[in-house]
């Protein structure tokens, strides 16, 4: 779910972990993986590799404007090593995590056709499907912050992945269950006719 859900980062007056750019774009498309954004792309703390101007080298850096304040990272700060695995990670994490999203829905899909009782398999996989969103952005929120006290930049944004994902797990198991106990406990309910006094 971090791979298509926003993840917010506290105390950064609305900045988002996201793996897509916002605002303008190149034609050619953008050399960057990881985007800490506002909603408009104005604001943002960006992992690039290309033509580092600073240091007068292509290398793994950090692009950024109305964020140094916020991560103290300047403009065009190599990220070194770490920065280079991030960068590949979240290359790879963006494509593979939006195919697990599809598979995930797939199956929830077919799970619905199998189903001896339909409407409680809908309800299961709606909550569950909800619950992994909410999961998703809190958890995510929890741990970019954590990352952020850690390591401001890559451990922002590896704290909101690690606890998007973990939330996200936990928010549609825990919403499909209770959803499906609360469906049995209403279908095997009954209500008697309280008699009329005389």
Do not use: C
Not at 100 to 105: C, Q
Not at 132 to 158: D, S
């Amino acid at each position: 779910m971090p791979s298509i859900i926003r993840i917010p980062v506290p105390g950064t007056n609305g900045l988002f972990i996201e793996f897509s750019p916002r605002g303008y774009v190149p034609k050619t498309g953008s050399t960057s993986t990881v985007f800490i954004q506002d909603v408009a792309g104005k604001r943002h703390l960006r992992l690039d590799y290309g033509y580092n101007k600073t240091t007068n080298s292509f290398n793994y850096h950090w692009n950024q404007q109305g964020t140094a304040q916020v991560f103290g990272i300047t403009n065009h700060s190599p990220a070194g090593n770490m920065g280079k695995a991030l960068y590949n990670a979240a290359k790879v994490f963006k494509y593979a995590g939006r195919t697990l999203v599809i598979v995930g829905a797939v199956t929830d899909v077919y799970s619905i056709v199998v189903a001896k009782k339909r409407l409680r398999q809908v309800i299961k996989v709606a909550s569950g499907w909800a619950g992994a969103a909410l999961g998703t952005e809190v958890g995510g929120e929890f741990g970019a912050g954590v990352g952020t006290v850690i390591e401001p930049g890559g451990g922002t944004v590896v704290g909101g992945v690690v606890g998007g994902v973990i939330g996200g797990i936990g928010g549609y198991f825990g919403a499909s269950w209770a959803a499906g106990q609360g469906y049995d406990y209403i279908e095997e309910t009954y209500f008697e006719k309280v008699p009329e006094g005389g």
